[in-house]
């Protein structure tokens, strides 16, 4: 039976064997809805460094790395960026998922930016390709095409998934 004490204190003494074998108790669909609400519970960063400890074995707690960075650890610096690197994870073992490439255009709405005009434009055109009344692609299209050739030089982070 799972024991989210046990959870929780391998968790914190960086047990993360311990740790993995309750999470295992689980079912499956009960799991990353653990691992975020012992982020919230603890708000530590080990809970995040065990989820990126567990998409060794299993690349998909990428997604609860993600959102763990996404929801829980928003206020660290560079946050989006580490919930970006998990997300391009999953994408590239699932590219038929709409769900990922809205998350992209997620991330260059963002005030940081954190994609460029280019492969966020690729990702709505891959949107609408399956949801031609994709609103927010048809937005980011249109935003996009506004901008024309207007680039600015903020950080963005390269990818050539898309």
Not at 21 to 49: C, H, N, W
Not at 98 to 109: E, K, Q, R
Request: hydrophobic fraction near 40%; proline fraction near 2%.
């Amino acid at each position: 039976m799972f024991s989210y004490e046990d959870f929780i204190d391998g968790l914190l003494k960086q047990d993360f064997e311990k740790a993995k074998r309750e999470i295992d108790k689980l079912p499956v669909d009960k799991r990353k809805e653990t691992i975020l609400q012992a982020g919230y519970d603890t708000e530590s960063i080990i809970v995040y460094t065990f989820a990126c400890y567990l998409t060794e074995g299993d690349r998909s707690y990428h997604e609860a790395a993600e959102e763990l960075m996404l929801h829980v650890f928003t206020y660290i610096e560079g946050a989006y960026s580490a919930a970006l690197y998990h997300l391009r994870r999953l994408y590239d073992n699932d590219t038929d998922n709409l769900d990922y490439l809205d998350m992209l255009l997620f991330f260059w709405s963002v005030p940081e930016k954190l994609i460029d005009d280019d492969e966020a434009l690729r990702a709505a055109e891959k949107i609408i390709e399956r949801e031609a009344d994709n609103k927010i692609a048809l937005n980011a299209i249109a935003k996009i095409k506004e901008k024309g050739e207007n680039h600015d030089d903020r950080k963005r982070i390269p990818h050539t998934g898309i």
